[in-house]
């Protein structure tokens, strides 16, 4: 019955913080949120069928060729 009755003042205490000072109280319960979706979401994602995408490539590919030098365009 003591939880009960805690559980009873903990609800009218967070129902009259978000009367009160809504921007404290849904800043708190959106920081709340962040944690849980990092634990719940990926799993939910590779339910659904979602495939992570190749990388995206860093550098330019060298070709595999010896540099040829540049003529013209007044480079001598």
Do not use: C, W
């Not at 949120?33 to 659904?48: A, C, E, N, Q, W």
């Not at 190749?54 to 595999?64: H, L, R």
């Amino acid at each position: 019955m003591a939880s009960l009755f805690s559980f009873r003042q903990t609800y009218r205490y967070l129902q009259r913080q978000a009367h009160e000072q809504p921007v404290i109280f849904y800043s708190v319960v959106i920081g709340l949120i962040g944690p849980v979706m990092l634990v719940t979401v990926p799993p939910i994602r590779k339910s659904l069928g979602y495939k992570t995408p190749e990388p995206i490539p860093t550098s330019y590919p060298v070709p595999n060729r010896p540099r040829r030098p540049v003529q013209g365009y007044e480079d001598e």
